[in-house]
T-cell receptor, first 117, second 111 residues
Framework: EAGVTQFPSHSVIEKGQTVTLRCDPISGHDNLYWYRRVMGKEIKFLLH????????ESGMPNNRFLAERTGGTYSTLKVQPAELEDSGVYFC???????????????FGAGSRLTVL | KQEVTQIPAALSVPEGENLVLNCSFTDSAIYNLQWFRQDPGKGLTSLLL?????REQTSGRLNASLDKSSGRSTLYIAASQPGDSATYLC??????????FGAGTRLFVKA
């Protein structure tokens, strides 16, 4: 099966501009997650979709970040306006299911590297 | 606060050496523990997944253990090779579908 696909692989923008990152999960995976790693720190959770609904968006840093998953397929993460501290690698992951049984095995994409100048 | 700590932050070993990477976590109510590998400029590759009911998992030269009572996991790499050079990440799966990552251990295997 095809893996999790992220686009673009690298984006360089100026402070104040807008960037939209896209993630295509594995087909059939209802759960989609966004994570990011900034400035060499740990990878941090941003939010979790179940199909098209936001299950948990507690990790979203502020209202400059907007994530959508229309139709429950691919997802976009928009940063508007971008700030210098938003630079980092944004990872998307998907999983088929979840729950205590441990089906919540995440498959990660290659990441989208964002550089804000 | 749920935290995952990895020690050491970096490790350099000669080829052929057996090595252990350590991971500690603060939440004994974890659902699973995953070890990932990340190569420079690449995504995360899942190496091993240990469910909370399990104590260890093995894949080839890799063996991961889980001790919930002490809040520790180890990744054992046997007969290390230069191709094993990468950053290894430990991640704790929680009941809230969040995965908490450690900062990683950068491994360099010298030929």
């Amino acid at each position: 099966e095809a893996g999790v696909t992220q686009f673009p692989s690298h984006s360089v923008i100026e402070k104040g501009q807008t960037v939209t990152l896209r993630c295509d999960p594995i087909s059939g995976h209802d759960n989609l997650y966004w994570y990011r790693r900034v400035m060499g720190k740990e990878i941090k959770f941003l939010l979790h979709f179940v199909k098209e609904s936001k299950q948990d968006e507690s990790g979203m840093p502020n209202n400059r970040f907007l994530a959508e998953r229309t139709g429950g397929t691919y997802s976009t993460l928009k940063v508007q306006p971008a700030e210098l501290e938003d630079s980092g690698v944004y990872f998307c992951a998907s999983s088929r299911g979840g729950g205590p049984s441990g089906a919540n095995v995440l498959t990660f994409g290659a990441g989208s590297r964002l550089t804000v100048l | 606060k749920q935290e995952v700590t990895q020690i050491p932050a970096a490790l350099s070993v000669p080829e052929g050496e057996n090595l252990v990477l350590n991971c500690s976590f603060t939440d004994s109510a974890i659902y699973n523990l995953q070890w990932f590998r990340q190569d420079p400029g690449k995504g995360l590759t899942s190496l091993l997944l240990i469910q909370s009911s399990q104590r260890e998992q093995t894949s080839g030269r890799l063996n991961a253990s889980l001790d919930k009572s002490s809040g520790r996991s180890t990744l054992y790499i046997a007969a290390s090779q230069p191709g094993d050079s990468a950053t290894y990440l430990c991640a704790m799966g929680t009941g809230g579908f969040k995965t908490i990552f450690g900062a990683g251990t950068r491994l360099f295997v010298k030929a």
